[in-house]
């Protein structure tokens, strides 16, 4: 079957790079999101699956949180980065396989899945609903996808909230949001898709954590003319400045909590 596009080809453009320092910041953001992301593929999917996937997973971290968690035959990381595919593969198991391919077009080169799991990949697609839409044709029947992205961030800390408004700013300006939950909340999919589960999970995050992510994240984003034009480098260096003494701080200080938005529709 011939491939076909479900987005412009700018759709699946990740705003935070696949450098050495985004690979450090994918590293503590699965430390960080892996017991909510566990316990939500735990109560979705019963019984250890024959294939699943994962939909943008970077260098890694996700396919094997899946693999453990799920324990399927075969387990598949998808990524439009040569970078995080060859980093994931250095370190594969034998159940493990990773891919360079575009999540936006189909069919998948691995055929019909049981599982597919996506994380923070949605708040990234201009288009949400045809590709979202576009993914649940790639499931056998009974398979399920499995959403689990940002329904909402709150924090009384000053510092973390202009960071958190800042990117969210550069992702409208792109045509996306950092708060996508909302939207698949009522999002209108083909038939064949039945929602399963839809709840919200709440993870509170130490503030040293959340500052030293948000650091990390910070480098692939500073230097781009919409950051520099809005905002301008005075204003960015300060608050690399002030992130980067809340991550050295100490104690259990928390401030700021997720709200994760997490879906598993079924194929009929």
């Not at 396989?97 to 994380?119: E, K």
């Not at 790639?138 to 992205?149: F, K, S």
Request: charged fraction near 25%; include cysteine; glycine fraction near 8%.
């Amino acid at each position: 079957m011939a491939e076909r596009r479900v987005s412009d080809p700018g759709e699946a453009e990740y705003v935070f790079g696949d450098g050495s320092t985004a690979s450090a910041r994918l590293r503590l953001l699965a430390r960080i999101f892996a017991q909510s992301s566990r316990s939500f593929v735990n109560e979705a999917v019963p019984d250890p699956p024959n294939l699943a996937v994962d939909i943008g997973c970077g260098p890694g971290y996700t396919t094997r949180l899946i693999a453990r968690t799920l324990k399927p035959r075969l387990t598949v990381g998808m990524d439009t980065s040569e970078v995080y595919v060859a980093q994931a593969q250095r370190t594969a198991r034998r159940s493990e396989r990773y891919l360079v391919h575009d999540a936006t077009a189909v069919p998948f080169p691995i055929g019909p899945a049981d599982v597919l799991y996506v994380r923070f990949v949605a708040t990234h697609l201009r288009d949400p609903e045809a590709v979202i839409g576009a993914w649940g044709s790639q499931l056998v029947r009974g398979g399920v996808l499995l959403l689990d992205e940002v329904e909402s961030i709150t924090t009384s800390n000053r510092v973390l909230s202009r960071y958190l408004d800042i990117v969210n700013s550069l992702l409208n300006h792109e045509g996306r949001t950092l708060y996508i939950g909302p939207t698949l909340d009522t999002i209108t999919l083909p038939g064949f898709l039945q929602t399963r589960a839809n709840g919200v999970r709440s993870l509170p995050v130490l503030d040293s954590r959340a500052a030293e992510m948000f650091r990390l994240n910070m480098e692939a984003w500073r230097h781009r003319r919409f950051i520099a034009d809005t905002y301008g480098a005075d204003a960015i260096r300060r608050l690399a400045y002030e992130l980067d003494v809340m991550t050295r701080g100490s104690g259990p200080k928390s401030t700021i909590e997720w709200e994760m938005r997490q879906i598993a529709f079924a194929r009929s």
